[in-house]
């Protein structure tokens, strides 16, 4: 099941960025070297009690017309039904409630998607409690009082917001196993002629999955008896007038697509080369632990010789530096170039996923790569691995159990991980290693 998500919408000056930044805590690099988008703070990977959950936050700018308010507000309301599963709808007890609270109200109630009421800035419940029940007239349900600031009531809220959670309400039973594969990229490399192209040469089926607004994007495509489900995020340029509102925008379609997909397809447009935006939205995938097949489109537009697979290849690992691990197939999807192919990758990259090495074959590979290559040693002292053991898989994560963390140097850990993909694979999707010191005894 993928991670609930959880959007924050409301008017500008409710406090939505403080209590995105309450919930989500201070910006932690989940894996290094990737490039910005957390930082961006658009979207956090949170956890409260035994709950996992993407927080989004929908806000962001500052319309100066009352028309544009109402605008910016449709389009997060819209963002959020699309791509959340429970929506925080947060007001100002301040302010007290205004005109455009009930039109947002109005559009929220219509998606039929949870939507818990949080009426910010009460920082000090004594004071405030009788304003706070004034928000009963949104019709919402129970306004459940918070301070972003001064971070009280958060427990109660995430309470309430992770009791609709849908794995945990039990209105999700099915456990979905077919291949869920997101295409993502920037505008206009050629995401939906991809898909389209796969739909031309499979049977293409309705999805059964109804209720949802999420859905309704997928396409189920039929191949080689395997329903494969593509979940599209193309389309994205809506009509706003502001541009960080469409990158914003671009950003949280690609989030939540990604969360909810095994492989992940990034398009990448042959005829305009690799970009930092390419690894911005890469990244995503990338800080996931997803399986990942780059596709560089539009290659019948590339004039060739022996050598421009090699060389584009070569500048594209440079850019994605951050996930050597990643699949590469060159494809028009105008001419259907290597398109058969994809299936192929998504299902060697799905397998590596959830790959599971027996401890005993695992340990057999690393005392080979020890006596390889000795471990680092610090003043004489060595590092000694233990043992290792598979813990995960999705992506697939080991631990290795040593006498001293410190001298795992990052090389080493390097030259572990490639043993182990020449020994097993686990093509196209990231390793996890997580280091552990015990003492030898106990070990043995
Ligand atoms: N007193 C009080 N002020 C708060 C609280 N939370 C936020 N604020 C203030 O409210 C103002 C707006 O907060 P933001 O978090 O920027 O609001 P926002 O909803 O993200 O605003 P936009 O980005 O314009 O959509 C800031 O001046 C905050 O300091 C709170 O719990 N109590
Ligand atoms: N020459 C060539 N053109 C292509 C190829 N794939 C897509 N295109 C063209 O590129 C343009 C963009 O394609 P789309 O499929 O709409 O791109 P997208 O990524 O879905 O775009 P957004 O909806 O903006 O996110 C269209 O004009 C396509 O005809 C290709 O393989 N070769």
Avoid at 276 to 303: F, M, P, S, Y
Avoid at 409 to 420: A, M, T, V
């Amino acid at each position: 099941m993928s991670k609930a998500v959880v959007a924050i919408v409301g008017r500008p000056n409710t406090g939505k960025s403080s209590l995105f930044n309450a919930i989500a805590g201070e910006p932690i690099a989940i894996v290094k070297d990737t490039p910005g988008v957390t930082r961006d703070r658009i979207y956090a990977d949170c956890s409260w009690l035994n709950h996992n959950f993407t927080l989004i936050d929908t806000g962001g700018i500052e319309p100066d017309t009352r028309d544009l308010l109402l605008a910016s507000m449709r389009e997060q309301a819209e963002i959020a039904i699309e791509t959340a599963d429970v929506i925080i709808f947060l007001v100002d007890v301040r302010s007290g409630l205004t005109d455009a609270d009930y039109k947002v109200a109005d559009m929220l109630r219509r998606s039929r998607k949870p939507v818990v009421l949080a009426v910010n800035k009460v920082d000090s419940f004594a004071k405030f409690q009788n304003d706070v029940y004034e928000f009963y007239n949104l019709a919402m349900g129970d306004p459940v009082p918070v301070s972003a600031a001064s971070r009280l009531g958060l427990g109660d809220l995430l309470e309430v917001v992770s009791g609709h959670f849908p794995e945990e309400s039990g209105e999700e039973t099915e456990e979905d196993d077919r291949p869920h594969v997101a295409v993502i990229g920037k505008p206009n490399v050629g995401k939906s002629s991809i898909i389209n192209r796969l739909l031309g040469e499979n049977r293409v089926i309705v999805s059964d999955i109804a209720g949802t607004t999420r859905d309704a994007i997928d396409t189920v495509v039929l191949h080689n008896d395997t329903e494969y489900v593509f979940i599209d995020t193309a389309g994205l340029r809506r009509k706003s007038k502001i541009h960080e509102d469409l990158e914003r925008y671009s950003i949280i379609r690609t989030v939540t697509a990604v969360e909810r997909a095994d492989v992940v397809i990034m398009v990448i447009d042959a005829s305009e080369g690799v970009t930092e935006q390419d690894a911005k939205i890469a990244g995503i995938a990338h800080e996931r632990g997803k399986g990942i097949v780059v596709a560089v489109n539009k290659w019948d537009l590339i004039e060739k010789n022996d050598k421009t697979m090699r060389e584009f290849t070569e500048k594209i690992k440079s850019t994605l530096s951050f996930m050597p691990y990643a699949e590469f197939l060159f494809i028009s999807a105008e001419t259907g170039q290597r398109m058969h192919k994809l299936f192929e990758l998504i299902d060697m990259v799905r397998s590596s996923q959830t790959l599971r090495i027996r401890t005993g074959v695992l340990n057999e590979i690393v005392s080979e790569a020890t006596v390889l290559q000795q471990p680092p040693s610090d003043k004489g002292h060595r590092l000694k691995i233990f043992y290792a053991t598979q813990v995960a898989v999705k992506p697939p994560s080991f631990v290795f159990f040593v006498n001293d963390k410190e001298l795992m140097h990052f090389s080493y850990q390097r030259f572990l991980e490639n043993r182990i993909r020449e020994a097993f694979g686990f093509r196209g999707t990231m390793i996890r290693f997580f280091v552990r010191e015990r003492q030898g005894k106990d070990a043995e």
